[in-house]
């Protein structure tokens, strides 16, 4: 129904016009611009916080300051499951931007595009009974999480077979079955519901004495979301009671049109912001990663995530990334230059993982065109699915709102409104 | 109920209700990990605050899953004492003590509840709710709805509320009129030991959001406790049946409201006065089967005139019982306007007794002399 375009081989991974724009650095501002031009080599793949709490871990990844390259071999299983799990966020963000512009969805989409590395890197490093928490921008971290495409695709098309039924919509993206606590609309709401899962755990362990309570949560958010007042709340009581807790930090430089830099201000001592630095002030490991190489990302996902499991409290991860499109498909993007979209264009974390695994021979050429036809007739199969799904019928209405539906109270003719003959059938008068 | 002792707040209340009730506390619980608190304390009248912390405790003792998150519900035992020294018998983490941070323990609570747990979250005053309303409304409210019914939020959020005796606009909210516009969740309000007891169980049980809303001033309320008794969230009590006219309230105003009775009895009327209990949705049963037998409604409330209960209830009654009704409905509510600290100002802010006898008389008299 459709044809896909060759994201996935473009230097910059994204169809808007920022792939020509590769020339002209010296005229970018601040260090944000030279950490993108930073040579690869000199890249600080996750840097500890010098003072405070001690590093994840002493001498691997967290090295002060300096770089470590490629990080701990990977299986080719494991490689195989990156590559794919990066590919498929893509394939489907870009293929939600399609539908978007046909008018097959709605509303405010938020693409993931340029931060694949991210989400795969720390979700795969979870497990199925892990919890993530995530934000307005959260279909790939759905993905990642194992939620079918198939469900999201139909839940964007709002149609009923959507995994919410059609009543979340993009933001809202939820999944019991996957541990999946969300999809949360506003900035920064998330990250006290995933502590919640994390106080869980710790209470199923510690107050009703289940030792193999063991789960961690990852929560993810965004630059601007850590100049907000949950943020420090969890912060505080993470540390404060050692809960299982990631917080992952996606540093895009753009909340909306707002420059990380203009609305950060510098830890003392520093000239421009460094939101990892904020962990060891609440006495957890701060770390900072680039978050455009899966490899450094799983690497530093790995530690938190073993740190957390074995009781030894949270971690702050900062992965410096950034979104190869608009804040939303609504936003016109005027704000960033050009120059900056193509120096991170040029990141892109897909052919860079793709050129490391051949290199390292994890991969073969044709190993890695299968999955990208898979990917593509995954992600197909999903747009085909959710176009053929039915539509919500009305009588959704009214179901859902309580989970004792009993909450709809008691009606004039003494019954409880939702026994009413109407109320399945989503006849508002039923609850009147 | 409204003496001077129990309407102080904060620090000096508690310190006082230490000295009034804090002793009897002591003689129930013997020791750590103590079971002979609720069978001690279940027998003869008990306060308020004595009844919820039983509620509490039941609750607690028989799900493992049931925890209080708040600041100083621990070893502090709660501002009000709900959850005095609870935490000795259940631990730091089933009763614990959270930073001054509304949101982000409310959230907290909302994740914990959506993955298994059923806190009750204390509001110190639910005023401080303000500051989590986010969580409150788009969280516990819409959570359920959004993820397709994938996720409950079995989560009750109580504490004390309601205009005290001078403590100022910010701790003296009428706070139902903001939420009682949140799609998802029940609100319940309690006004008797028998029924604030009864009340939280079932609150506890429910698989719904429910906010509690708990009367500053009613506290130290004497009364009886029925052992092992849940009470419907959603149906409203009638207080006292009469055939004149149906007066509405809820919380403290059933007090304001039976006290004016009193004087109404003196003047041969007879009105029949419903505690409302669920403030959201109302119990349209017993509303409507009062407003058909007295055929006049008086609505008496401490919230807000403007988008609060009295206004929601008073437009349900109109759509629903107009053929019904010979009078408009009348509203008594408090005044749009912050709390004073004055004693004068503070009670020009609130109904009081006079005004509810004086609308009643009118209301019936008029119909006396159409008759």
Known sequence: MRTLTHTLHSPAGCRNAHASHLQHPQSFHARRLNRAQRPASLQICCQAVATGTPPVKEGTSISNGAAKSKSKKISPEVATTLYRDMVLGREFEEMCA????????????????????????????????????????????????????????????????????????SMHMFSKEHRMLGGFAFIGEGIPVGLGAAFRVKYQKDAVGDESADQVCASFFGDGTCNNGQFYECLNMASLYKLPCIFVVENNLWAIGMNHPRATGPSEGDTAPAIYKKGPAFGMPGVLVDGMDVLKVRQVAEEAVERARKGLGPTLIEAETYRFRGHSLADPDELRKKEEKAAWGARDPIPQFRKYALDEGLLTEQQIKDIDKDVQAEVEDAVQYADESPKPEKGQLLENVFADPKGFGIAANGSYRYQSPGFHSGNTAAID | ?????????????????????????????????????????????????????????????????????????????????????????YGDLRLLDTPICENGFMGMGIGAAMTGLRPIVEG??????????????????????????????????????????????????????????????????????????????????????????????????????????YQDLERAEVVRQGKDVTILCYSRMRYVVLQAVQELEK??????????????????????????????????????????????????????????????????????????????????????PEQVV?????????????A
């Open chain 1, 98 to 169: 399609q539908m978007y512009y046909r008018g097959k969805m709605f509303g405010f989409v938020h693409l993931y595009s340029g931060q694949e590395a991210v989400s795969t890197g720390i979700i795969k490093a979870m497990r199925a009974d892990d919890y993530i928490c995530s934000t307005y921008r959260d279909h790939v971290h759905a993905l990642s999480k194992g939620v079918p495409s198939r469900g999201i695709m139909a839940e964007l098309f709002g149609k009923k077979t959507g995994i919410c039924r059609g009543q979340g919509g």
């Open chain 2, 1 to 89: 109920m409204q003496g001077r002792s129990c309407g102080l707040c904060g620090q000096t209340r508690f310190a006082e209700a230490r000295l009034v009730a804090a002793p009897k506390t002591r003689r129930h619980v013997s020791g750590r990990n103590s079971r002979c608190i609720t069978r001690a304390a279940a027998s003869g009248p008990k306060l308020m605050w004595e009844a919820l912390r039983e509620a509490v405790d039941e609750e607690m003792e028989k799900d493992p899953t049931v925890c209080v998150m708040g600041e100083d519900v621990g070893h502090y035992g709660g501002s009000y004492k709900v959850t005095y020294d609870l935490y000795k018998k």
């Open chain 2, 124 to 229: 110190m005053n639910m005023g401080f709710l303000l500051l989590a309303y986010n969580q409150i409304s788009n969280n516990a409210g819409m959570l359920h709805y959004t993820s397709g019914g994938q996720f409950k939020v079995p989560i009750v959020v109580r504490g004390p509320g309601g205009v005290g005796r001078q403590l100022g606009a910010e701790h003296s909210q009428r706070l139902e009129s903001y939420f009682q516009s949140i799609p998802g969740v029940q609100l319940v309000a309690c006004s008797t030991v028998a029924n604030a007891k009864a009340l939280l169980k079932s609150a506890i049980r429910s698989d719904n959001p429910i906010i509690f809303f708990e009367h500053v001033l009613l506290y130290n309320v004497k009364g009886e406790t029925n052992d092992n008794y």
């Open chain 2, 267 to 352: 003047q041969g009327i007879d009105p029949e006065v419903i505690d409302l209990i669920s403030l959201k949705p109302f119990d349209m049963h017993t509303i409507s089967a009062s407003v058909k037998k007295t055929r006049r409604v008086i609505i008496v409330e401490e919230c807000m005139k403007t988008g609060g209960i009295g206004a929601s209830l008073s437009a349900q009654i109109n759509e629903a019982l107009f053929d019904d009704l010979d009078h408009q409905v009348v509203r008594l509510s408090s005044q749009d306007v912050p709390t004073a600290y004055a004693y004068e100002l503070e009670a020009a802010t609130i109904v009081q």
């Open chain 2, 358 to 370: 004086e609308a009643a008389q009118k209301i019936v008299q008029k119909q006396m002399a159409y």
